[in-house]
């Protein structure tokens, strides 16, 4: 019976399937209960694929002979592939009673708990299969892909360092050094780990997909498309490669392409979680807000504990003014952002007038990045400041900045414009070309190609003026690509993180005692830090023309509908019942957003046609507008910004409320700068109050409006070259103290 048994394994072994299976067959049938080739013949048809048989098979030689470790071990294996994951688990701690130093029986059952996302355990098994086979280099792998697991990332990457000294052909440990590089923003390491991975497996989905992913994130797009389109030459129906390929495509603006490309993925793979997200986000840019908030949903659905998506959900119900949950949302936002969640900076700072949680967003989501050291400083005649933006295009930033960059003194400063965004000719785009002595277009560069532009030209002070705004590329200063870093505009708060050395702000933005919440060195300007274009306007239309009663009284809001809150249109419904004929004036580009504003109008009793909506229209065209309005009502706690500038500049008065955080306290900042501080209340019921007093005081609001008229020219708001003069004095102070061997430090200007 032994040589039949024998031949049996023999025609096993050697691949003949059909012969063994024939000869164990025949051996159980003249010993139906042969321990042997019970277990031998259930291996067989596990590798069939017919595992409920080859479960009974090893299970019935463990009832002949319970002691035998591999046959516990192959029939866990077996029980993995039915999805019983306790029995397998009673089988392979039974096989290491049985045999305390079965490495076999460590390793597989360490695999099957990390599967089980129990990494502890896991690491508990691979420690003691490492010990016992000091030599394996997939032990040490798996007990680097256990630590990563564990965010043990130092430990991972020791291990994983020991298992390809051991095996460096070992892809997937490769793949898996370059994963925990990622996580430990090492990304070009990360890139070269993933590199080495593919050299020795060309096919290696797995690392091509992680290599596109952070090849997007570093703004090497092109590279990105390349490794996503060879992906899907190798499996067409791979839902990362089209997730990637669509990160990559909306990064490049193709939004149509992108929307597909999730489409694709979220097709393959339904629960594709960070499909679904990413395709939010897109139809977010897209303007179709309720598509994308009907995505952001699902995702959450799938997976609750994603920050992202929880403040990319809370961003776009914001955005269509739906605010069904709202204060629960924020408290969400508040809890996640304490518990160390990765979100956006951007939407935390719309949603909580905190500057201690804006500041530990801005933390979580900076991350721990090696900072390189400073370029160290090189004479040059003249100070060579770079200005940094995607948004030297038609859009309000480059309006707001393109006088200060005309002002600037050509004498002492060398100015280079770099363009982050491609986007077509325009009359702003023409006029910042002319302002700047250098502009380079980088749209679609990578930031390796911008830090390498900038270090070229030497750059002394490279100003960022988007931050974490939805364009913004922070990977760019995680390189501090010149001597100096400054966050100055685009973002109206704290970068938190090592790479930005100084935030330009003033007094009141940023007030005495609230340093501790910037990680970055305040400038404080002399007066209001915001810039303004103050070239002369056309005539404004009529109030017909824009849809507004000739005799009413007109309260305004032009702020983006992401900036309203319940609490605040409260206010103002309260504000039109007060004032009978009036009516609310605000900006709103969708048609969903209208309707959800007249609903929350209606349930709080006031006529939906009380609110006026204003469409988005070209820059002239919606500063000559504004001075139709009576009074601006500004928001919080994100306040108006560019809208209030346009506002006061235009000659109408505008109540604020002060916040605690940069962003809620940008408009009084304004006003105090053009000498209105009587303009600024200190809650909200104040606001209230000052906002229904001025509408029934024409005699009092007309006196407000002939004082902005009068102030615009002589008071420091509007005074550009002023404006100028102390900035540039600001670069020229921070370059003394680098010249210096000296550390960035708080810096006080005075007119």
């Known amino acids: 019976m032994s040589d039949a048994f024998r031949n049996a394994v023999g025609l096993h072994e050697s691949g003949r399937r059909t012969d063994a299976e024939a000869a164990y067959r025949a051996v159980l049938a003249k010993a139906p209960n042969h321990a042997g080739a019970l277990h031998y013949f259930g291996i067989l048809r596990a590798e069939t694929g017919a595992l409920e048989e080859a479960a009974a098979l090893i299970g019935r030689s463990l009832a002949v002979d319970p002691n035998v470790p591999q046959a516990h071990l192959h029939l866990a294996g077996v029980l993995v592939g039915l999805s019983r994951h306790d029995d397998a688990l009673a089988q392979y701690a039974q096989a290491l009673v049985l045999k305390s130093d079965f490495t076999e ?89 993933f590199h080495s991975a593919l050299l020795h497996r060309p096919d290696y989905l797995p690392a091509l997909d992680a290599r596109a ?26 839902a990362p490669a089209h997730n990637n390929r ?72 914001a955005l269509l003014c739906d605010w069904r949950g709202r204060e629960a949302a924020a408290t969400d936002l508040a809890l996640r952002v304490r518990a160390g969640q990765r979100l956006s900076p951007w939407q935390v700072l719309i949603a909580l007038d905190d500057p201690a949680l804006q500041l530990q967003a801005a933390r979580n989501f900076s991350g721990q990045t090696p900072i390189p050291a400073p370029r160290p400083a090189k004479p040059h005649t003249r100070l060579r400041i770079a200005y940094l933006s995607p948004d030297f295009r038609d859009h309000p930033m480059a309006y707001l900045m393109v006088e200060l960059f005309e002002r600037h003194d050509r004498s002492r400063f060398e100015s280079f414009g770099i363009c982050l965004q491609s986007s077509p000719p325009s009359p702003i785009r023409s006029r910042l070309r002319s302002a700047f002595e250098h502009f380079a277009e980088m749209g679609g560069r990578s930031d390796d190609d911008v830090v390498r532009l900038l270090e070229r030209q030497e750059i002394d002070i490279a100003i960022d003026l988007a931050g974490y705004t939805s364009k913004g590329r922070t990977g760019i200063f995680r390189r501090h690509p010149a001597p100096l870093t ?19 702000a003033d007094a009141l933005v940023i007030p005495p005692g609230a340093e501790g919440f910037f990680s970055e060195k305040v400038v404080r300007l002399p007066h209001c830090y915001y810039p303004a274009d103050t070239a002369t306007r056309g005539a404004p239309p009529s109030r017909a023309e824009e849809g507004l009663p000739e005799q009413g009284f007109v309260f305004c809001c032009f702020n983006n509908s992401y900036k309203l809150t319940p609490q605040f249109f409260d206010i103002w419904m309260r504000l039109l019942c007060g004032m009978e004929g009036s009516v609310l004036w605000l900006f709103a580009e969708t048609e969903a957003v209208r309707r959800n504003l007249r609903a929350e109008a209606l349930a709080r009793g006031v006529a939906a046609e009380r609110l006026i909506f204003a469409g988005r229209q070209p820059h002239d065209a919606h500063l000559a507008r504004v001075g139709l309005a009576d009074l601006f009502l500004d928001t919080l706690p994100c306040n108006a910004h560019t809208t209030a500038s346009d506002a006061l500049w235009a000659g109408v008065p505008l109540v604020t409320c002060m916040g605690q955080s940069f962003a809620a306290r940008v408009a009084g900042s304004m006003l105090s700068a053009i000498g209105m501080e009587e303009l600024i209340a200190g809650d909200p019921d104040g606001y209230e109050r000052l906002a229904l007093a001025l509408a029934r005081d024409p005699e009092r609001l007309a006196a407000l409006r002939s004082r902005l008229a009068r102030n615009r020219a002589t008071m420091a708001l509007f005074d550009m070259a002023a404006l100028c003069r102390h900035i540039e004095a600001a670069y020229e102070t921070m370059w003394k103290r680098h010249g210096d061997g000296l550390p960035p430090q708080a810096i006080s200007l005075h007119a």
């Open 246 to 317: 669509g990160n990559a495509l909306l990064a490049m603006g193709r939004l149509d392409e992108a929307l597909a490309a999730f489409d694709r993925a979220v097709t393959l793979d339904p629960n594709f979680t960070w499909a679904l997200a990413n395709r939010a986000l897109t139809l977010r840019n897209m303007s179709r807000f309720e598509e994308a908030l009907s995505d952001a949903d699902k995702a959450l659905a799938l997976d609750p504990s994603l920050g992202a998506v929880a403040g990319e959900r809370f961003y776009m119900s």
């Open 213 to 238: 992913d952070i090849l997007c994130q570093l703004g090497r797009l092109e590279e990105s498309l390349r490794d996503c389109d060879r992906a899907l030459a190798l499996d067409a129906h791979r």
């Open 486 to 504: 400054v966050s100055y505009i685009g973002y109206p708060g704290t970068m938190g993180c090592d790479y930005m050395d100084y935030i330009l």
């Open 105 to 193: 029986g460590y390793f597989n059952r360490g695999t099957l708990l990390l599967a089980l996302n129990r990494a502890a355990e896991a690491l508990a098994d691979f420690d003691r299969a490492a010990t016992l086979a000091p030599q394996s280099a997939p032990m040490h792998h798996y007990r680097g892909y256990s630590l990563m697991t564990l965010g043990r990332l130092p430990e991972a990457l020791a291990a994983l360092d020991r298992s390809l000294a051991l095996r460096f052909d070992l892809v997937e440990a490769h793949s898996c050094r370059g994963l925990v590089l990622a996580t430990l923003n090492r990304r070009e390491e990360a890139i070269s780990a």
